[in-house]
């Protein structure tokens, strides 16, 4: 009895720690989204040729992978995890997809299906992992990245798995359903999705137990213990969703570059992780938002694209953008110290 | 206090955006996309263009993904390349194939493409500034045949038998030797994948199945280097011919373990693209490809200014 109330009493808080939240994270939002404004604007007025449809279906077009796999990564990052794999594990699902689709000739909803369920599947052992056997989520995923590297690598046998056999399997990513309805703005399919997953990852983390559970694990993983919740197989079905989330950006590489590329991904994380952070998810766990993550994906490919118009020196765009992560984060442990 | 502190932070990175940052109006510009900026061989091709760029007098920029494999960003780069509205554009192609939509668009846009290093698998790029792996290899057989008294037999070990690289290479090496220097005997052709231990390994193993090996061509530089440790460790005494550079080849060499190596004019490489470019923006009309040059490099040459210049670690 005691059990129950104390877990009503962690629901209530957790919805009590949603509300209290929501005001200095809309904040967060409002003040990332106006360096995301004030990024466009510099750059808008810095190059005439930054502002362009085409410049700007090409940003959008670079952020929709990374920014899916800062989606996967911000539900582990809520929980105050974190998954180093989320980039090879990408990659890992791109190639099995190959397989299916190139290797054995299968359909191509079958190696769609293959790609996320692959994802799902891995996600769910770097949880187990975790949850079960107790390994710290660093070493977990940092273990699964260079397995899932290297298994990438033997399955392709070093070299691009090409789709040039599935005819339509590059249109998941480069052709255009919103260009059908206005012609004028072909944006990509990948952008589309990306949104999707956006609303859907929203949807899932503000209104599902599984999005409850998210945030009540990276407040105070003990209390939702101790009040008879089943936190382990809660953990390993979130690390399990954020690795069906990257064989969602896994499909979208690899159409787009219409192959399975088994030496990329790595690196790819720390760009997420990134994203996610300058969207104001705290890597202690506890808050955050998917939109949040979104303008921090955008205010990443924003910076990259607009410095490479400006035709600023490769090694000083290194430096800035290091320098724009301090600063987001900075500014955000500030508007902490306020609120 | 906190809007204050970060516009002060904006308008100094705007400030120091905008004094790197404006191209003057008047000079073409010319971006170039390789396939990497950190490795010494792409600082090598980038100073090359810098050099041709200052002569010629046109913009450059010079750019590439952090690791070979990020075939992903490198199509960025050629997008953001593209929406700059450039007079031209250099273009070494991590995956050609992924790179036809954009190259197709900068066709259309009458921007003319120069393909260097590996060249595009396409009709689009006016030229391609390459090393002509061939005729480079060719040379490392003439310098290994005359150091074993052209009799004998060698062995060639190569780092992959699917790049156009490893392919050039072993058939000039090959084709060589069968035509000019007939008492010589190629034994074995094995693959090591570019990795100095594997390579390494197939030496020994060479040494140890043809004991009356003379001489061994390491196509590249893990092959070269991983041929050196092998016959070190055998204790045999053998002519070594290497490819490329790289701190360990040229240690081998002053020591006299390796004869010598081929390198090629990355330099040149870089040279070749712009000047290239602006032929190409006169309306002059370009061969379909150019060879950039390689050099044969030893120990009595190694410190030549010209030669020391495109070697690196």
Known sequence: MTMRSAALAEGGRVSGFRARVFGPTALQKLLAFASLILLLAFFGFASPAFLEIDNILGILQATAVDGVLAIASTFVIITGGIDLSVGTLMTFTAVICGVFLTYWHMPMAVGVVAAIATGGICGSISGTLIAKMRIPPFIATLGMMMLLKGLSLVISADKPIYFNDTENFYMISQDSLIGYVLPSVPVPNAVLILFLLAIAGSIVLNRTALGRYTFALGSNEEAVRLSGVNVDRWKIAIYGLGGAICGVAGLLIASRLNSAQPALGQGYELEAIAAVVIGGTSLSGGSGTILGTIIGAFIMSVLTNGLRIMSVAQEWQIVVTGLIIILAVYADILRRKKA | ?313
């Open chain 2, 1 to 313: 206090m906190l809007n204050r502190k970060l516009l002060a932070a904006a308008i100094g990175v705007g400030a120091l955006l905008a004094a790197t940052g404006f191209a003057r109006a008047d000079e073409a510009y010319i971006p170039l996309i390789s396939k990497g900026f950190q490795h010494q061989f792409w600082q090598a091709v980038k100073a090359g263009a810098e050099q041709a760029a200052k002569e010629q007098n046109v913009k450059i920029t010079f750019e590439g993904p952090e690791t070979e494999a990020m075939v992903d960003k490198q199509i960025d780069m050629l997008s953001a390349a593209l929406a700059k509205k450039p007079n031209a554009l250099g273009f070494a192609a991590l995956d050609s194939k992924a790179a036809i939509p954009l190259l197709k668009k900068a066709q259309s846009e009458k921007i003319p493409v120069i393909a260097f290093d590996s060249g595009v698998d396409s009709d689009i790029p006016l030229t391609t500034c390459a090393t002509d792996n061939l005729a480079a290899a060719a040379l490392a057989a003439d310098k290994l045949a005359a150091a074993i008294g052209d009799s004998g037999e060698v062995a060639v070990i190569v780092h992959d038998q699917t790049s156009r690289t490893g392919i050039d290479r072993r058939d000039g090496f090959v084709n060589e030797i069968k035509t000019k220097h007939p008492k010589i005997k190629i034994v074995d052709i094995q693959y090591g994948g570019g990795d100095h231990l594997k390579s390494a390994e197939i030496a020994k193993t060479m040494i140890q199945a043809h004991p009356n090996l003379k001489g061994i061509f390491g196509a590249n530089e893990g092959s070269a280097e991983g041929a050196a440790i092998g016959v070190k460790e055998s204790g045999k005494k053998l002519v070594l011919v290497g490819y490329d550079s790289g701190k360990e080849q040229k240690e081998d060499i002053n020591s006299g373990l390796m004869l010598g190596a081929i390198t090629q004019n990355p330099v040149g490489i870089g040279k070749c693209v712009v000047e290239s470019a602006v032929k190409a923006l006169k309306g002059e009309k370009l061969p379909k490809k150019v060879d950039t040059g390689f050099y044969w490099y030893d120990k009595s040459n190694m410190s030549d200014p010209k030669i020391a210049a495109v070697l690196y670690d």
